[in-house]
Every structure is written in C-alpha cells, then in structure tokens.
C-alpha cells in the first residue's frame, strides 16, 4: 500500500513500504509529519525540494526527523549557505541530471526542466511504478493580464517540457500538480495538457493558494477520456491509500 499525506500547500508526504517521500515542504499545520513517520519507523526519509521560493522551501527541514536516516534531494537553485554543511546527506539536481539506486528507498530520480525556477522530479520506485512532483511546472498565464501573444507562448514552453516527460514516462501512478485558481480563466490549462499527454492512474492537485474548490471541481477541466483518479486532499493532513 501507497499513502499519499496532504501537509499544506505543494508539501505531500508519500509513503511506500520502501521509503517516506516528503516534497516541497513548506508548513505543516496539523503535524501530520510527525504522524506518518510515527506510522513508519523503518523506512527511509526522503526530503526532495523543487526550488527555493519560500512556498515550497522550509529551511526547518534539516531539523526534522533528526532520529531517522535523512536524505535531502534539492534543486540547484537553492541558496548553498541555506543548507548544514555536515551532517546530512543531500543530492544536488539540476534539469536533466538523472540519479540511479543512490537515493534510499527509490530506484530513480530525474529532474525536469520548470517553467518557473527549479525542476520537477520523476520518482521511479522499486516496483517500477513513477511518482511525479510537478513544482511549479505549469501552463503560467493570466488571462486578466497576458497578452495573446504571451499566452500562446507560455503555453508552447510548457508543452514542450510536457512532452519531454511524456517521452520519458508515459504512464505514471502519482502525480501531485499544481491548479491555481488566481491565474483567471486558464487556471487548470496545465493540468489538462499533462493529462493530454500522460496517463496518470492517481492525480492530486495542489499550490491552491486558498481556493482548494476550483481545483477539486475535476469535471470542469479533467479531459475526455482521461482515466486518471482525480484525489482531493483539500486540507492538511487529510490522507489516501493506494493499492
């Protein structure tokens, strides 16, 4: 069994028999962490960040679960005087680099270029199956504000970026992405191109910034056809369980 913990935010905690995958933590509210590692004391603590804004960085995360192994897998943006020197373990990445059986309890990770700051993360575990963390990769335009012409371009990049990782993973069992509902009209056009281009079995969205609904109103922008099951974890702490 998978558990996938809403901590706020873009902040999961996704648990595998192998490994406590925390990603983009940022605030915890309800304690939920302490929780799920409670609940799992014999695997791995993986801490992946997508970038520095202080929306997915938390720099108290070098002071969690001190009693555990921790493994810290950060973007190269990040500020290098942010992070203890001794100590802990960490993975610097980059787009494009790939990491293979060097990060506890996962076979793979690869970066993928954003189209704001830092990368997004493709998670393959042992069983083969991908989790994905999308960061701040998306479709970003405002449809109160953006020209056209910014418009179309913006989502030409982001398309671009999609289907490099659809060539790479075309299916995927995860995937947490961001559907904000301040950017207008087009708020959820990322999601439909990701979900366009990759078969997704379990989506979360996240990065609400206060309007979890919009995001949850899956029938309003899930495409045609697409098969994914669309997860509300509205509020932090809520959690699912995956076969």
């Not at 695997?43 to 202080?54: D, G, L």
């Not at 990445?93 to 059986?101: K, N």
Request: glycine share 6%; aromatic share 12%; charged share 25%.
């Amino acid at each position: 069994m998978i558990k996938v913990t809403y901590l706020d935010h873009s902040g999961f905690a996704v648990t595998t028999p192998e490994a406590v995958m925390v990603f983009d933590y940022y605030k915890d509210p309800d304690k939920k962490l302490e929780k799920v590692l409670r609940e799992a004391p014999d695997q791995e603590v993986v801490f992946f960040v997508s970038h520095h804004h202080p929306d997915h960085f938390n720099a108290s995360i070098f002071e969690l679960a001190q009693n555990r192994r921790r493994t810290y897998v950060l973007s190269n943006d990040i500020f290098s005087r942010l992070v203890p020197q001794k100590g802990v373990s960490v993975a610097w990445m980059s787009p494009g680099d790939v990491i293979e059986e060097q990060i506890p309890g996962v076979s793979k990770v690869q970066a993928f270029r954003s189209t704001d700051v830092g990368v997004a993360y493709a998670i393959t575990l042992p069983d083969g199956r991908v989790v994905f963390h999308a960061g701040d990769l998306n479709d970003w335009h405002w449809s109160e504000v953006s020209t056209p012409a910014e418009a179309h371009d913006a989502e030409a990049k982001f398309t671009k970026v999609v289907r490099h990782v659809a060539e790479d993973y075309p299916k995927m069992y995860i995937v947490m992405f961001p559907v904000d509902a301040r950017m207008g009209e087009g708020f959820a056009r990322g999601a439909q191109i990701f979900l366009s281009n990759v078969r997704v079995e379990n989506f979360f969205p996240m990065h609400f910034w206060g309007e979890p609904q919009k995001a949850c109103d899956f029938a309003g922008y899930i495409p045609e056809g697409c098969d994914a099951i669309c997860r509300c974890l509205d509020r932090p702490g809520m959690e699912a369980k995956l076969d």
